[in-house]
């Protein structure tokens, strides 16, 4: 089946450590984005990437850091300099084959900083 | 740039009909709906491209009125299914290949 995959699920962090999210889509799509969201809150985006090997910031990128190595996996480091990384992270991918580019989310990593 | 919803939170009975709004400043390519459950990602719902074009997924349907860059999602005859948080993403004609969400709407339905 066809789809994205974020692991962990519940990820505990002690403050001053990095941790990094992972992200994996076998959608074959180009497009993948990392969006932040706060308890009742919208989505923000903190990185994206249109295709492998480049990537930008989004709107609160300050703390976290992106690589795209390879065109399925996309993995986001929380680093110790995010002042309050305490939420729930969902990665997306987007397609823009046969005119569709829906964009499809992962099922999320809940990060708490303990 | 951040679209803004309306309204913010809505409550009904099972079997009645809603209207959640999306408005935006910047001229607009692209709209996407989401649904959200408690606890959960958000769900993709559709997707309307500039040109005015309705789209309707059983008794969800939506609208984009390039004029007044504002997108609609029309609920029908709702079912409890359909309570969560819904939200708009928007694609700016001059963007770079991201969706910038609205705040949300939040829909209860009761039986």
């Known amino acids: 089946d066809g789809g994205i995959t974020q692991s962990p699920k519940y990820l505990f962090r002690k403050e001053g450590q990095n941790v990094t999210l992972s992200c994996e889509q076998n959608?074959?799509?180009?497009?993948m984005y990392w969006y932040r969201q706060d308890p009742g809150q919208g989505l923000r985006l903190i990185y994206y990437?249109?295709?492998?090997?480049?990537?930008q910031k989004g709107d609160i990128a300050e703390g976290y850091s992106v690589s795209r190595e390879k065109k399925e996996s996309f993995p986001l480091t929380v680093t110790s300099a995010q002042k309050n990384p305490t939420a729930f992270y969902l990665c997306?991918?987007?397609?823009?084959?046969?005119?569709?580019?829906?964009?499809?989310f992962g099922p999320g990593t809940r990060l708490t900083v303990l | 740039q951040q679209p803004v919803q309306s309204p913010q939170a809505v409550i009904l009975r099972e079997g009645e009909d809603a209207v959640i709004n999306c408005s935006s400043s910047?001229?607009?390519?692209?709209v996407h709906w989401y649904r959200q459950k408690h606890g959960e990602a958000p769900v993709f719902l559709m997707i309307?491209?500039?040109?005015?074009e309705q789209k309707g997924h059983e008794k969800i349907s939506a609208s984009f009125n390039e004029k007044k860059q504002q997108s609609s999602l029309y609920l029908t005859a709702s079912q409890l299914s359909y309570s969560g948080t819904y939200f708009c993403?928007?694609?700016?004609?001059?963007?770079?290949?991201?969706?910038?969400f609205g705040q949300g709407t939040r829909l209860t339905i009761n039986p």
């Open positions: 997306a991918s987007r397609g823009w084959s046969s005119g569709n580019n829906e964009q499809f």
């Open positions: 959608l074959n799509h180009d497009a």
């Open positions: 990437s249109q295709i492998v090997n480049d990537f």
């Open positions: 910047k001229a607009l390519y692209s």
């Open positions: 309307l491209l500039k040109g005015g």
């Open positions: 993403g928007t694609e700016q004609v001059q963007g770079a290949q991201k969706l910038v």
